[in-house]
């Protein structure tokens, strides 16, 4: 069977192709690189499970400072398309982080409010900087300012899935960001 009938079915139109992730993540990891030029010890790359797993694999290997990676797991979005307004912690960071460059990698910035609760949750363990990386934003829904220090695309307000970003855990494989088909 060509294994590619056995992936879900693409739910809507592509919004951002695989090929354009794969340019768009080459010019983010030279800024980054660029960023952190000298540094005297290694960044550690903060993947924001569940929906960055590719982005930060990703780009990791498309940077070549230093680095370590860790991850941590929240949720924000219940079952659906809307954010329940509550971030859970669902799984914390085992790296210590005082003193230590963090950058935090996330797939899509959307209301904000995952980014300002780990920014606060992060914050508490005194790193030297602490920078953030989204390869998606979408400022039309912001409900918390967030400082975005490396941004990949700029979307508007559809419900986005693929390349990590699900729906109902649906869809996280597509290799492709693509808007959900209403209803
Ligand atoms: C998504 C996404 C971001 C967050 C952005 O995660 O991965 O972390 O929502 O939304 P916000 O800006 O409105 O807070 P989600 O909570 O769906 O968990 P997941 O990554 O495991 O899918």
Redesign the pocket.
């Known amino acids: 069977m060509d294994p590619t009938e056995a992936r879900d079915p693409s739910p809507g139109r592509l919004l951002v192709s695989a090929g354009q992730i794969a340019v768009r993540i080459g010019e983010l990891a030279a800024e980054i690189d660029a960023a952190y030029a000298g540094i005297d010890a290694p960044v550690v790359l903060l993947c ?5 797993l590719f982005f930060t694999a990703d780009l990791a290997r498309a940077l070549t400072i230093p680095l370590e990676i860790d991850a941590i ?5 219940g079952a659906g398309t809307e ?1 329940s307004g509550t ?1 859970q912690l669902l799984k914390d960071v085992t790296t210590p982080l005082g003193g230590r460059h963090v950058l935090m990698v ?10 300002s ?1 780990l920014h606060e949750h992060v914050a508490r363990h005194r790193p030297a900087s602490l920078r953030l990386v989204a390869l998606l934003d ?1 400022p039309g ?3 918390r300012e ?1 400082r975005i220090d490396f941004r990949g695309f700029v979307l508007g307000g559809d419900f986005v899935v693929g390349y ?3 729906l109902d ?1 649906r869809f ?1 494989n597509l290799p492709g960001v693509h808007a959900l088909d209403p209803g």
């Open positions: 924001v499970l569940k929906g960055s797991a929240v949720r924000s979005y954010p971030v996330e797939d899509v910035i959307d209301t904000g409010l995952t980014t609760f979408k829904r912001r409900r967030v990590g970003l699900d855990e996280r």
